[in-house]
């Protein structure tokens, strides 16, 4: 697919294509070999710059950022050149930071322009405005819809401009008369400077400022660890830069940022929360506090898993730490309650031989409910 239409909620120009591929489930390789090879083979080809990544994943980054990619670094300032030069500063320095992939700058040539400088003093002497003239130079170089044309059912505009050989002639658009408020005619040329040059395809703008955008994917690491020594990385980089140019990183990091911000707090009043139920039920602080005990080794025993199975400290990691909170609180309180009943109805008394015996008179339904 080449493009998406203007009122696309992600509209693009026809020079991005995007190719949706299927990867075989049952191919030997792995799906990061799949992708590894995928990304060599299009970075063989000259003139072109790619990023690879699920659909959703594109979709989910353009929509918190503007940014296909999981981390998008955009320098804001007012001088093109200079921030495309240091935009070159930044991408030399983060292809030095392991789990960076798909790293590029956002597209951006220089491709050749004809310039129209209005010399303000010529215009206040022939009695012009550079309104009048860009109007004029507008319908000459870009036509004016001055009528329709019918044809059966159907309706074409009617435009007027100049011939395409006069449009792509300087000489000729030197030579291109402007008439004057008090009669007369005086050729464009004579107002104004016209000369070939070039400038970028594009010039981007946020929050009504100028700026480049360097993006990357990750892999192998966590967003926020690979986020974290890219800002390490760039501090001489942002240092560097003249009064009014600055950086901002963007992209799902920072979603998952402010997510880990607040699923801690969360976790911290789910904690309190969990401590006055335990209290209600049994009117002690030394047993609420004896359930909420084992918490520190469940959490010990997650952490271990993660290491283990080679995984970072993600969003869907820590909304497990706060599932096996719960987990290992449910059994610590089905344990002291058998605890209490066997002391209560039972005649027993808080030693080890009741212990051993509420542990294993317990361990079958707390091992059902726990796997």
């Given at each position: 697919r080449t493009g998406r239409a203007e009122l696309d909620e992600h509209a693009e120009g026809v020079n991005m294509s995007e190719f949706l591929v299927e990867l075989d489930p049952n191919s030997p390789r792995s799906r990061e070999e799949q992708l590894?090879?995928?990304?060599?083979?299009?970075?063989?080809?000259?003139?072109?710059?790619?990023?690879?990544?699920q659909p959703i994943a594109h979709l989910i980054s353009h929509m918190l950022s503007g940014v296909k990619a999981q981390v998008g670094i955009k320098i804001y300032g007012d001088d093109l050149d200079l921030l495309r030069q240091k935009a070159e500063a930044v991408k030399a320095e983060m292809q030095t930071v392991?789990?960076?992939?798909?790293?590029?700058?956002?597209?951006?040539?220089?491709?050749?322009?004809?310039?129209?400088?209005?010399?303000?003093?010529?215009?206040?002497?022939?009695?012009?405005?550079?309104?009048?003239?860009?109007?004029?130079?507008?319908?000459?170089m870009n036509g004016a819809v001055v009528s329709e044309v019918l044809d059966g059912m159907r309706t074409f505009d009617l435009v007027v401009r100049m011939k395409d050989e006069y449009r792509e002639d300087i000489g000729g658009l030197k030579r291109l008369a402007i008439h004057l408020p008090e009669g007369g005619t005086v050729p464009l040329g004579s107002i104004a400077n016209i000369y070939e040059s070039g400038g970028p395809n594009a010039v981007n703008r946020e929050n009504v400022r100028r700026?480049?955008?360097?993006?990357?994917?990750?892999?192998?690491?966590?967003?926020?660890?690979?986020?974290?020594?890219?800002?390490?990385?760039?501090?001489?980089?942002?240092?560097?830069?003249?009064?009014?140019?600055?950086?901002?990183?963007?992209?799902?990091?920072?979603?998952?940022?402010?997510?880990?911000?607040?699923?801690?707090?969360?976790?911290?009043?789910?904690?309190?929360?969990?401590?006055?139920?335990?209290?209600?039920?049994?009117?002690?602080?030394?047993?609420?506090?004896?359930?909420?005990?084992?918490?520190?080794?469940?959490?010990?025993?997650?952490?271990?898993?993660?290491?283990w199975t080679?995984?970072?400290?993600?969003?869907?990691?820590?909304?497990?730490?706060?599932?096996?909170?719960?987990?290992?609180?449910?059994?610590?309180?089905?344990?002291?309650?058998?605890?209490?009943h066997l002391v209560e109805f039972e005649g027993e008394s808080f030693t080890k031989s009741m212990i051993v015996r509420a542990g294993l008179e317990r361990l079958a339904p707390v091992l059902m409910t726990a796997l």
């Amino acid at each position: 697919r080449t493009g998406r239409a203007e009122l696309d909620e992600h509209a693009e120009g026809v020079n991005m294509s995007e190719f949706l591929v299927e990867l075989d489930p049952n191919s030997p390789r792995s799906r990061e070999e799949q992708l590894n090879e995928i990304r060599s083979a299009m970075e063989s080809i000259p003139g072109i710059v790619t990023a690879v990544e699920q659909p959703i994943a594109h979709l989910i980054s353009h929509m918190l950022s503007g940014v296909k990619a999981q981390v998008g670094i955009k320098i804001y300032g007012d001088d093109l050149d200079l921030l495309r030069q240091k935009a070159e500063a930044v991408k030399a320095e983060m292809q030095t930071v392991p789990g960076v992939t798909d790293l590029l700058i956002e597209p951006q040539v220089i491709i050749p322009q004809l310039r129209i400088e209005m010399n303000r003093a010529a215009l206040t002497q022939y009695g012009l405005s550079a309104e009048e003239v860009n109007n004029y130079v507008q319908t000459a170089m870009n036509g004016a819809v001055v009528s329709e044309v019918l044809d059966g059912m159907r309706t074409f505009d009617l435009v007027v401009r100049m011939k395409d050989e006069y449009r792509e002639d300087i000489g000729g658009l030197k030579r291109l008369a402007i008439h004057l408020p008090e009669g007369g005619t005086v050729p464009l040329g004579s107002i104004a400077n016209i000369y070939e040059s070039g400038g970028p395809n594009a010039v981007n703008r946020e929050n009504v400022r100028r700026r480049v955008v360097i993006q990357c994917n990750v892999k192998d690491r966590g967003v926020v660890d690979v986020v974290r020594d890219i800002q390490k990385a760039l501090k001489p980089i942002v240092a560097s830069l003249p009064p009014g140019y600055y950086p901002t990183y963007e992209g799902q990091f920072q979603s998952q940022q402010s997510a880990s911000q607040m699923i801690a707090i969360l976790f911290v009043v789910a904690l309190l929360g969990v401590f006055f139920v335990l209290y209600t039920l049994f009117r002690s602080i030394n047993l609420a506090l004896q359930v909420m005990a084992v918490l520190p080794m469940a959490f010990i025993g997650s952490v271990a898993a993660l290491v283990w199975t080679g995984q970072t400290v993600t969003i869907a990691a820590m909304v497990g730490f706060i599932s096996l909170a719960g987990i290992a609180s449910r059994n610590g309180v089905l344990l002291l309650q058998h605890y209490l009943h066997l002391v209560e109805f039972e005649g027993e008394s808080f030693t080890k031989s009741m212990i051993v015996r509420a542990g294993l008179e317990r361990l079958a339904p707390v091992l059902m409910t726990a796997l």
